[in-house]
């Protein structure tokens, strides 16, 4: 508690921030959303005017929608699938006492830091390329043909690049909290003759129960925007085989130049995002009366 | 100068009334100590003095000035935090310092005086360290000696010693009382301890439920309370209360006697009971007593008597000490 | 207290972990290793682990190519930049939040949070056609003022999360001691929470120097950050593969060791203090 000198100094205090991200939520929203109905195109300046919902049925309608769509789920779903049960499986690990624990931690998060492009460059080139790729030198030892990832498997493959680097993330935030799970709720178990499975199963999963639901729900708002690996990698293709979403977006307006269009696309992204972060705000807001 | 007015001081939060209207005045120079049980509002009435909290209504004068609407740090007075609040960050001379810093005043001068009060509380060793290398006690000294460098008005108080063990705190409650003789600065203490207030204060406030139940000296408070609530916070062991007919003979709803105040018989008196729990403190024996129909009184008497579970007891009332209350708990 | 296990089985999870360990590592190691190696050595058909004939060439090559240095001082510009303007704007918001709380606070939070979860392709067309008539296109400044407004709302919630763990009595106590505000803030309430604020800059700066949607979509040579440089090289035939691996390389080690200093502190800020 506070006087009221100090109340109002805190809301001049807050003012700068809360202005500037006003700013920055509402205008360029309002600005997609008229632009979403309207027929804007910087390559044809002569179709101007209100276009009601076509944008959103051509976009919604072109079958590359659909597959976008499906490219974004399955992007991350299959991307939450390894990091979440990698994670917890390596921060278990990493909890046992083990010999250079301080050291593997650091070499376990690094990929983490290391920038979407360059993940994406060293993967293509480094591992994933048929010719002289790290796999494909593995893959010709075993004396089997050496597979072109990209243009066979391309989003499994993006799927791979995305998980390497989000793993160390899932890691760290499950070693962490299962650090924090006391020695002696762990030795009572045992004492109660809890065998390894059903204190994995009793104790420590609802112990990191929760931060499992954090790892997942900010993970998918970062994965619902992948676009530097794909744009370095694939570039969407072949046809629209990795396309997600803020890629197809990003196709459809600044590559097409179809203002239109790609505001529909932008919009229909913010509605995805939006039904996700509702329940992050839930997860992260029971923390904040804690 | 520091003499301190509050007129119908009102303070809620939201819908709740912590304080509903209290005046007080406090003149320069006294110890003032506020005593009540948690949550009566003692803290938020110093907070309130201090400017940390604003009024919901009323005046607050200092040095008949009003200074209701004044920040914190305009009003003038120093204020020895619970915690300490000492700057982890900075040295025991930098944190006394501070809020000389603050005003502005010549290095030398600063210098002077952050020595002067480093002598005045025995700090001077420990002028260059970090609070988190003190003890609790010297801890509770630089906060102290922050407070004194200002020169305030007046002193405020807020639980001080409640994270002090025991000896300390007796050390600290005599050094305090000391520095209050020294400097004739008005200071507000607040405590929920009795004996704190009893032994340091010129005058104790006792508050209760955001209202003020007494305003007295100590053996006013001891000797003439105004209720039976002042009656059982003020006094170690507690008054006996007994209600009903007992009560009734000496015309009052009910009557309370102070555990010093009984004659003590193993064959005959006023009411018979039997000896519970006997607490031997070598100096006094405090006695337990389950009395026949009146409940569990305690009896302080001298050391050497031994009383055991079970011993049968007589207890007479000194006539002159009874305390009468009426049915509202005022004092008759 | 650590807990009791047999040598043997201590021997089994040390080397299980390394194995494991490595295995993620070496992507990055690969880098490494190949950007010491000739081109030739680099894609030769038998694959040598350490390099044959260790050379700095390629060091040489890229600078030469694409102006490494450029781009790592646009990436240095805008990564500090952004992140100290975020902690300008910031520190005092999460002064008032955290110590001057009011029924709102918790909703103006949130809210906070719920811009960083807007797509960016949502806002991309609308950020790119007022960039393109304000000039700010492939602008430093203009870079730096995006980079600020997507990591305001973490640099606030860090700050709240570390300020929130400072009694509000010190703070009273030098209000007490007559600070106004500004000594208030920048005498007791910043040198207190330092070690907070360090990890908060440390933690931006990451995100901001790794950011790869906003600096490629609104920059192409001049103000082109090292996301932007190292996307140049996206399509290296043959020849290219240990000039690729010496880029990469210096895109990533200097944030690399940023973020080995600063990852104890990393699982609070990137969960927004709901894992400790």
Redesign the interface.
């Known amino acids: 508690?506070?006087?009221?000198?100090?109340?109002a100094?805190?809301?001049t205090?807050?003012a700068?921030?809360?202005i500037?991200?006003f700013i920055?939520?509402i205008?360029?929203?309002v600005?997609?959303l008229w632009?979403s109905f309207q027929n804007y195109s910087l390559i044809n300046p002569m179709m101007t005017g209100f276009a009601g919902w076509a944008n959103y049925v051509y976009v919604i309608g072109d079958p590359s929608f659909t597959q976008s769509l499906i490219n974004t789920l399955l992007l991350v779903g299959g991307v939450l699938l390894i990091t979440v049960i990698g994670g917890t499986f390596?921060a278990l690990?990493?909890d046992?006492?083990?010999?250079?624990q301080g050291i593997?931690?650091?070499?376990?998060?690094?990929?983490?830091?290391?920038?979407?492009?360059?993940?994406a460059?060293?993967?293509k080139?480094?591992?994933m390329h048929p010719?002289?790729g790290?796999l494909g030198?593995l893959w010709k030892f075993f004396g089997l043909q050496p597979v072109d990832w990209f243009n066979q498997y391309p989003l499994f493959s993006v799927i791979v690049i995305v998980a390497?680097q989000w793993?160390?993330?899932a890691t760290?935030?499950l070693l962490?909290?299962l650090q924090?799970l006391s020695?002696e709720q762990?030795e009572a178990s045992e004492m109660d003759g809890a065998n390894a499975v059903n204190r994995f199963r009793y104790i420590i999963l609802p112990h990191m129960a929760?931060?499992i639901t954090?790892v997942i729900l900010?993970q998918t708002?970062f994965l619902?925007?992948i676009?530097?690996e794909i744009?370095?990698t694939t570039g969407g293709g072949p046809g629209y085989a990795s396309t997600n979403?803020?890629f197809l977006?990003?196709r459809t307006?600044?590559l097409s130049n179809d203002?239109g269009a790609?505001?529909a696309?932008?919009?229909v992204?913010?509605i995805?995002?939006?039904v996700?972060?509702i329940f992050?705000?839930r997860?992260?807001?029971k923390?904040?009366d804690a | 100068m520091g003499s301190i007015t509050l007129e119908h001081v009102n303070k809620s939060f939201g819908e709740v009334e912590i304080i509903p209207d209290i005046s007080l005045d406090i003149e320069d120079g006294e110890f003032v100590v506020f005593v009540g049980p948690s949550g009566c509002g003692k803290s938020t009435l110093l907070r309130l003095i201090a400017g940390l909290e604003d009024t919901t209504s009323g005046k607050i004068l200092l040095d008949g000035q009003d200074v209701t609407d004044a920040p914190p740090a305009r009003r003038g007075l120093a204020m020895v935090f619970q915690s300490y609040a000492l700057y982890p960050h900075m040295s025991v001379r930098d944190n006394i310092a501070f809020p000389l810093k603050m005003a502005k005043m010549p290095q030398a001068e600063i210098d002077k005086k952050v020595d002067y009060a480093a002598r005045t509380l025995n700090l001077g060793s420990y002028l260059d360290r970090r609070p988190r290398a003190l003890s609790g006690g010297q801890r509770q000294r630089v906060a102290i000696g922050r407070a004194i460098v200002r020169e305030p008005k007046a002193f405020l108080f807020d639980e001080p010693l409640s994270n002090l063990d025991a000896a300390l705190r007796v050390n600290m409650r005599l050094e305090i009382t000391e520095l209050h003789q020294q400097l004739k600065t008005t200071m507000i203490y607040v405590t929920h301890d009795q004996v704190e207030a009893m032994t340091m204060a010129d005058r104790i406030v006792v508050l209760n439920a955001g209202n003020v139940e007494q305003f007295g000296s100590p053996l006013d408070l001891y000797k003439k309370p105004a209720n039976r609530f002042v009656a059982g916070f003020i006094g170690s062991p507690k008054m006996n209360f007994v209600d009903g007919p007992e009560a009734a003979k000496h015309n009052a709803h009910s009557i309370g006697v102070r555990p010093e105040h009984f004659k003590l018989s193993t064959t005959e008196g006023a009411w018979k009971g039997t000896v519970g729990v006997a607490e031997q403190l070598g100096s006094d024996t405090f006695l337990h007593v389950q009395t026949d129909g009146l409940g569990l009184m305690t009896i302080r008497t001298d050391g050497d008597q031994t009383f055991s579970h079970g011993d049968v007891v007589y207890l007479t009332p000194d006539p002159t000490r009874i305390y009468k209350f009426d049915a509202a708990g005022k004092a008759l | 207290m650590a807990r009791r296990v047999s040598v043997q089985t201590r021997i089994g999870f040390t080397v299980l972990a390394w194995v494991i360990a490595l295995l993620l590592f070496s992507p990055i190691l690969w880098t490494l290793l190949t950007a010491f190696k000739t081109e030739a050595e680099a894609i030769a058909s038998r694959p040598t682990f350490f390099p044959q004939n260790f050379t700095l060439e390629n060091f040489g090559a890229v600078q030469e190519r694409s102006d490494y240095f450029k781009h790592a001082i646009n990436s240095i510009l805008v990564s500090f930049g952004s992140t100290i303007l975020g902690l300008i704007i910031g520190i005092p918001a999460a002064w008032s939040m955290a110590f001057a709380p009011s029924k709102r606070t918790k909703d103006i939070l949130m809210w906070m949070l719920s811009t960083k979860m807007m797509p960016a392709v949502g806002v991309l067309i609308p950020i790119y056609l007022i960039f393109r008539d304000l000039r700010l296109l492939d602008t430093v400044h203009g870079l730096t003022l995006i980079m600020t407004l997507i990591n305001l709302p973490i640099i606030i919630w860090m700050l709240y999360t570390y300020f929130k763990e400072i009694p509000v009595d010190i703070l009273e106590a030098a209000r007490m001691d007559g600070a106004e505000l500004w000594n208030e803030i920048t005498h007791v309430l910043v040198p207190m929470a330092v070690p907070g604020i360090a990890s908060t800059l440390l933690l931006n700066v990451i995100l901001a120097w790794n950011e790869a949607f906003w600096t490629i979509t609104l920059t192409s040579g001049r103000a082109g950050t090292l996301t932007a440089f190292i996307s140049s090289f996206s399509s290296p035939q043959g020849l290219f593969l240990a000039k690729l691996s010496a880029a990469s390389l210096l895109a990533i080690a200097p944030i690399l060791l940023v973020g080995w200093f600063s990852q104890k502190q990393l699982v609070r800020g990137l969960t927004f203090g709901a894992v400790k």
Do not use: C, D
Request: aromatic letters at 12%; a positive charge.
């Open positions: 508690m506070a006087t009221k000198q100090t109340r100094l805190a809301r205090m807050m700068p921030a809360v500037v991200l920055w939520m205008v360029p929203l600005m997609t632009f390596l690990l990493l046992q006492p083990i010999w250079g593997l931690r650091i070499i376990v998060i690094s990929p983490f830091f290391v920038m979407p492009p360059v993940a460059l060293i993967w080139n480094g591992f010719g002289y790290m030198h390497w793993l160390p993330f760290l935030i962490t909290a924090s020695e762990r929760r931060a954090i900010i708002i619902l925007g676009f530097a744009r370095v979403i803020a977006v990003f307006g600044i203002i790609g505001s696309g932008g919009v992204a913010v995805i995002a939006n996700v972060a992050l705000m997860a992260v807001g923390n904040l």
